[in-house]
């Protein structure tokens, strides 16, 4: 009997493209930069050799399918923060050798595909949602993009932002510019991000001994009732000098409200956005905002649950910080004093 | 013996829960508007009695997984277009019940989950792509949005919008603002739509007996090198009176490179986006472009494959139109005549 033909390597597919060991093995990953003539020739060279590339024998191995779910609100699937956050986890999945399921809110059957996925990242979980409890307490890791809500199991590991804190970041800025009567338009208090941003509005209130002013901005209402709602706002006698929008888009709203009252944008009223969007860098004038790293939510989520799937343990229960930073732009610019009227 | 238990039925959660079959079925798909307390109740009997919502259960009899691939070109992970393409598939997938995995070039592996997806969805298929041959000739339905490269096997069904049209229509409108030398920033022409630009660009510059102007927008330029193409361009006796850039962000960096030459933007020099964006709409001068119908793109796709899966034949073969339409703005505005000077 013959012995059984040796397994190619990788080692030969560089030899028979001429190529070092790293350069086949990165270019076979799509990564590194080579011509397209060099990776052409790898890919070649692997085809005829038969090569199969490593991932495939390691997921035999460990009888993984290579794939994850990434669990997203159905009714935020319009919004940029999550596309990004989403596009930074199947960025990062790559590099992993990890494909990314969308698991949508709207998806309610079991395919039989979700029965194989090898862990999930469950984005902004909802209070309540059977979904977040089914996956919280089935046998494959899952790792959350901000926190899960009270009373369910512990995630393998968490990714989150500081929402007290940016929510206190985005009014101290308001203060120094001259804000006094802060209003704030809150998001869906079903998710840990908006009970926090609520949190830190209302623990600096108190803490400045000025009232709150709240307009809740749930991400189903309609364009026309948040419109209105800040035309309210500002007919007020006692009228915010300044207002804090999330989600994204409700600040363009907040200017044209302002702007139609007959007041300045950035001097009588200023505005500010929790949530960064391009629009707001280019828009007349451009919005202060939060850029809270939506790519690198998904980035880090996704960096996670690489973890759990490699058996890297250091950060089973560890609660990763993902940075909150101030864009500040000309909606702030600073309340006009009476020297300057 | 005892006999088998009857299975449960739809119509015995909805009895149980108290309501209509229409109902439980909606609510339990995740779709129309309830309080959330029916839907628990809802959720509850189904768990309570044990029953299995129909899909996996057609799934199991077609020996389907419920699942498809999207394949996205990885150098296009950060723009919006195709972001847009992918979450508008997301949503019609879910209609289906029908999950997305997403898969990006850089993944380069064959995951098990790959060989299990019912269907593929390739996304502007570029030249040579070693996985859009693979999965072409391939036993599983592909629907392509934009052509596929000449030399493969044709898909099951296009999705495609009319680039040298839409390039006609965007040209047409400037030579109509007064604008008689367009220069033309051109994407990669390894795709589809790349090739139609040029096509309609030279076609269009042809009858019009004016010189062509090209400067080259390949994805992985640097933002450097694509400001001083323009400001070349615009330091040329010759110079173009209009630009029509692409990809999306690539307009912005043409109104900079007009400022910084001192002229102004929508009357000396005329400058029109190929791809829309949420920024364009709000820059100042807000910019003309093409809607391209992205998410449209993505919808439309999806529901080729859908029909695909589910055996309907009609448009097998077939190549559906997403429809360009153009959005015009103060970018655009017209150029000076001497009497206004």
Chains 1, 2 share one sequence.
């Not at 395919?111 to 089935?138: H, K, M, N, Y």
């Not at 302002?258 to 280019?282: E, W």
């Not at 850029?291 to 690489?306: C, K, P, S, V, Y």
């Amino acid at each position: 009997m013959d012995s059984p033909t040796p397994a190619v390597t990788l080692q030969d597919v560089a030899d028979a493209a001429g190529v070092s060991r790293a350069t086949a093995s990165l270019s076979l990953r799509g990564k590194g930069r080579f011509s397209a003539e060099t990776r052409q020739r790898i890919e070649d060279a692997a085809r005829d050799l038969g090569y199969v590339v490593n991932v495939t024998a390691r997921n035999l191995r460990t009888a993984r399918s290579g794939a994850v779910g990434l669990y997203v609100p159905d009714h935020t699937l319009s919004f940029r923060y999550y596309m990004d956050v989403a596009f930074g986890a199947v960025e990062r999945a790559a590099e992993s050798d990890l494909l990314v399921t969308l698991m949508p809110t709207a998806f309610r059957g079991r395919s039989a595909i979700t029965e194989q996925l090898d862990g999930f990242i469950v984005v902004d979980p909802v209070d309540g949602d059977p979904v977040v409890e089914r996956l919280l307490t089935g046998r494959r890791p899952v790792v959350s993009g901000e926190h899960v809500p009270a009373g369910l199991p512990a995630p393998w590991a968490t990714a989150y932002g500081d929402h007290v804190a940016g929510m206190r970041m985005l009014l101290d800025h308001l203060w120094e510019r001259g804000a006094r009567r802060p209003a704030c338009m809150l998001p869906d208090p079903s998710m840990a991000w908006g009970r926090e941003m609520a949190e830190g509005y209302a623990a600096w209130c108190a803490e400045k001994g000025v009232s709150e002013q709240r307009v809740l901005g749930w991400f189903d209402t309609t364009m026309d009732r948040v419109r209105s709602s800040f035309q309210e706002l500002l007919a007020r006698d006692d009228r915010p000098d300044s207002i804090v929008s999330a989600p994204e888009g409700m600040a363009l709203i907040a200017v044209e409200a302002i702007r139609a009252a007959g007041l300045v944008v950035g001097r009588d009223v200023l505005v500010a956005s929790y949530v960064d969007s391009d629009a707001l860098a280019v828009t007349d004038p451009p919005v202060t905002s939060l850029d809270l790293g939506a790519r690198q939510m998904g980035r880090q989520t996704m960096d996670l649950l690489a973890d759990a799937l490699e058996g890297r343990v250091e950060r089973r229960g560890s609660a990763v910080e993902v940075p909150i930073s101030l864009v500040v732009r000309a909606s702030t610019a600073g309340i006009r004093t009476e020297t300057e009227e």
